[in-house]
């Protein structure tokens, strides 16, 4: 039997954030199983409890799934017995399966070690999701990740780009999806203030040190210093307009 959770206002205006990113992007499908890629984070278990809500207006029925990848990191085994409950709870299957993402960093040495974790742990969920028959797989990327994804694009990688909200994978065999790409973060953090849902960190040894955390820092400071800033970034991403862009200049040197 599935445990019922209380509905705050601030729980129920997610869910309709939810709902509406789904419907937007066209992201659940009439027979889709779903499988949500779960973290031990605050962000992947809120999203499980939202897209369990009976009410949920998405017209197709879908099944849904929930799988942990253990990583090698120390969190990994408190994460994975939190999860297995938590998800017993909601009534959700439970998967577990093992990557040694560690050796994958000692190979690729300390250059990108979040995009290397990140890539490995969303191609271990695609190789799995195809033994369980699911053909979308969900991840817990909210608005404010989109923001520091398009900055550090920007900053780091010489174009201007976010977090898709629904692509596709291997000639559409399999989508992943991002359906909290409109709710805010400091609403899933008083979510689980006010639910009482566990929140690990993983226990990477680079956590804290990244790229995006200079971002958060980066961004943090500007929204203090301009109010309205995080809602004018978030609309530049739908807003933009080509004729005001650049072409790619005709001599290399050009751009340095």
Same mark, same amino acid.
């Given at each position: ?57 998405? $017209?197709?029925?879908?099944? !849904?799934? *929930?799988?942990?990848?253990?990583? @090698?990191?120390?969190? /990994?085994?408190? &994460? =994975? ?45 695609? $190789?799995?999701?195809?033994? !369980?028959? *699911?053909?979308?797989?969900?991840? @817990?990327?909210?608005? /404010?990740?989109? &923001? =520091? ?58 956590? @804290? ?48």
């Amino acid at each position: 039997m599935t445990e019922r959770f209380s509905e705050s206002r601030n729980y129920l205006n997610m869910h309709k954030r939810l709902e509406t990113a789904m419907s937007d992007y066209r992201m659940i499908n009439e027979g889709d199983h779903l499988l949500v890629g779960m973290s031990g984070g605050k962000d992947s278990s809120v999203m499980l409890k939202l897209l369990t809500r009976k009410k949920v207006e998405i $017209k197709a029925g879908f099944k !849904i799934s *929930a799988c942990f990848v253990r990583q @090698g990191f120390v969190n /990994d085994e408190s &994460i =994975e017995c939190y999860l297995r409950d938590f998800c017993s709870k909601l009534g959700v299957p439970f998967y577990v399966i093992d990557s040694d993402v560690q050796k994958l960093l000692k190979e690729k040495g300390r250059s990108k070690p979040c995009y290397t974790c990140s890539r490995n742990r969303r191609m271990e969920l695609l $190789k799995f999701a195809g033994s !369980i028959k *699911a053909n979308v797989i969900a991840f @817990g990327h909210h608005r /404010d990740d989109l &923001i =520091e994804t398009l900055m550090m694009n920007i900053i780091f990688s010489n174009n201007i780009g976010t977090i898709p909200p629904n692509s596709d994978f291997f000639n559409g065999e399999f989508r992943i999806i991002r359906p909290m790409v409109y709710i805010h973060e400091h609403q899933i953090k008083k979510e689980v203030a006010d639910s009482g849902i566990k929140s690990f960190l993983s226990g990477c040894p680079y956590e @804290g040190n990244t790229e995006r955390d200079y971002v958060k820092k980066l961004l943090k400071s500007i929204y203090s210093h301009r109010k309205g800033a995080k809602k004018s970034i978030f609309r530049s991403m739908f807003n933009y307009d080509p004729e005001y862009l650049l072409k790619p200049p005709s001599k290399e040197s050009m751009t340095k």
